[in-house]
Protein backbone atom coordinates (compact mmCIF):
# COMPACT_ATOMS: atom_id res chain seq x y z
CA UNK A 1 0.00 0.00 0.00
CA UNK A 2 1.82 3.02 -0.96
CA UNK A 3 2.25 6.25 1.87
CA UNK A 4 1.20 9.08 -0.52
CA UNK A 5 -2.21 10.77 -1.74
CA UNK A 6 -5.08 11.29 0.74
CA UNK A 7 -7.08 8.41 2.60
CA UNK A 8 -9.94 8.53 4.74
CA UNK A 9 -10.95 4.72 6.72
CA UNK A 10 -13.93 3.56 8.38
CA UNK A 11 -13.78 4.59 11.94
CA UNK A 12 -12.16 1.61 13.67
CA UNK A 13 -9.57 0.78 10.89
CA UNK A 14 -5.58 2.16 10.24
CA UNK A 15 -6.17 4.15 7.38
CA UNK A 16 -2.11 3.10 6.61
CA UNK A 17 -3.22 -1.08 6.44
CA UNK A 18 -6.29 -1.21 6.09
CA UNK A 19 -7.82 -2.64 2.79
CA UNK A 20 -10.06 0.06 0.25
CA UNK A 21 -12.72 -1.88 1.25
CA UNK A 22 -12.66 0.24 4.60
CA UNK A 23 -11.59 3.40 2.99
CA UNK A 24 -14.13 6.04 2.55
CA UNK A 25 -12.04 7.94 0.27
CA UNK A 26 -8.59 7.29 -1.09
CA UNK A 27 -7.08 10.06 -3.65
CA UNK A 28 -5.54 7.01 -6.15
CA UNK A 29 -8.78 5.93 -7.04
CA UNK A 30 -11.28 8.28 -9.31
CA UNK A 31 -14.23 9.77 -8.03
CA UNK A 32 -17.07 11.93 -8.67
CA UNK A 33 -15.69 15.65 -8.92
CA UNK A 34 -18.18 18.85 -8.62
CA UNK A 35 -18.10 21.18 -11.76
CA UNK A 36 -20.89 23.09 -10.41
CA UNK A 37 -24.45 23.25 -8.79
CA UNK A 38 -27.55 25.22 -8.40
CA UNK A 39 -31.21 25.40 -8.33
CA UNK A 40 -33.75 26.52 -10.83
CA UNK A 41 -37.51 26.74 -10.99
CA UNK A 42 -40.12 27.28 -13.77
CA UNK A 43 -43.48 28.61 -12.20
CA UNK A 44 -47.06 28.92 -13.22
CA UNK A 45 -46.71 26.16 -15.96
CA UNK A 46 -50.13 24.85 -17.49
CA UNK A 47 -48.98 22.20 -19.77
CA UNK A 48 -45.91 21.23 -19.04
CA UNK A 49 -42.23 23.10 -19.50
CA UNK A 50 -39.12 23.29 -18.97
CA UNK A 51 -35.80 24.65 -16.95
CA UNK A 52 -32.69 24.82 -19.38
CA UNK A 53 -29.17 25.16 -17.31
CA UNK A 54 -25.97 25.73 -19.06
CA UNK A 55 -22.74 24.18 -18.29
CA UNK A 56 -20.62 25.04 -21.68
CA UNK A 57 -18.50 21.73 -20.83
CA UNK A 58 -18.60 21.06 -24.91
CA UNK A 59 -19.64 17.66 -23.75
CA UNK A 60 -22.66 15.77 -22.23
CA UNK A 61 -21.52 15.26 -18.41
CA UNK A 62 -23.02 12.74 -15.81
CA UNK A 63 -25.39 14.99 -13.63
CA UNK A 64 -27.27 14.33 -10.23
CA UNK A 65 -30.69 16.64 -10.13
CA UNK A 66 -33.43 16.39 -8.05
CA UNK A 67 -36.98 17.71 -8.42
CA UNK A 68 -40.23 19.26 -6.42
CA UNK A 69 -43.90 20.36 -8.26
CA UNK A 70 -45.73 23.15 -6.02
CA UNK A 71 -44.09 23.04 -2.86
CA UNK A 72 -45.70 19.64 -2.00
CA UNK A 73 -42.36 18.60 0.03
CA UNK A 74 -41.51 15.63 -2.04
CA UNK A 75 -38.62 15.65 -3.94
CA UNK A 76 -37.70 13.23 -6.41
CA UNK A 77 -34.61 12.11 -8.00
CA UNK A 78 -33.47 13.02 -11.84
CA UNK A 79 -35.72 11.89 -13.98
CA UNK A 80 -38.92 9.96 -12.91
CA UNK A 81 -43.05 10.03 -12.13
CA UNK A 82 -45.23 10.06 -9.90
CA UNK A 83 -49.53 9.32 -10.29
CA UNK A 84 -49.53 13.41 -11.76
CA UNK A 85 -46.34 14.53 -13.16
CA UNK A 86 -43.58 13.37 -15.32
CA UNK A 87 -39.92 15.10 -15.03
CA UNK A 88 -37.05 14.01 -18.16
CA UNK A 89 -33.44 15.39 -18.08
CA UNK A 90 -31.58 15.08 -20.94
CA UNK A 91 -27.79 16.59 -20.66
CA UNK A 92 -26.20 17.54 -24.33
CA UNK A 93 -23.07 18.97 -24.84
CA UNK A 94 -23.83 22.56 -23.34
CA UNK A 95 -26.63 22.46 -21.57
CA UNK A 96 -29.03 19.79 -19.02
CA UNK A 97 -33.02 20.16 -20.38
CA UNK A 98 -35.62 19.41 -17.34
CA UNK A 99 -38.71 18.63 -19.11
CA UNK A 100 -42.15 18.58 -16.87
CA UNK A 101 -45.11 17.34 -18.38
CA UNK A 102 -48.85 16.53 -16.03
CA UNK A 103 -51.95 15.52 -15.99
CA UNK A 104 -54.88 17.57 -14.78
CA UNK A 105 -55.72 21.51 -14.86
CA UNK A 106 -54.37 24.18 -13.05
CA UNK A 107 -50.83 25.33 -12.67
CA UNK A 108 -48.19 23.90 -11.00
CA UNK A 109 -44.60 25.50 -10.08
CA UNK A 110 -41.23 22.85 -10.67
CA UNK A 111 -38.25 23.64 -8.50
CA UNK A 112 -35.23 21.36 -9.21
CA UNK A 113 -31.54 21.32 -7.38
CA UNK A 114 -28.54 19.90 -9.25
CA UNK A 115 -25.35 19.04 -9.83
CA UNK A 116 -22.45 18.53 -12.13
CA UNK A 117 -20.00 16.54 -12.68
CA UNK A 118 -16.67 17.43 -14.54
CA UNK A 119 -14.98 14.22 -15.61
CA UNK A 120 -16.28 13.40 -18.99
CA UNK A 121 -17.07 9.47 -19.68
CA UNK A 122 -14.88 6.97 -21.10
Not at 3 to 29: C, H, M, P, R
Amino acid sequence: MTIYGIKVSKTGYDVLTTAIVNQTFNSEKNCLKIHSSGSGASTSLSTGGYITITHSLGYSPGFLLYWEVSDNGDWYPTSGQDDTYMVMTESKTNTLVSTIGFAGGGTVDLKIYYYIFIDQGE
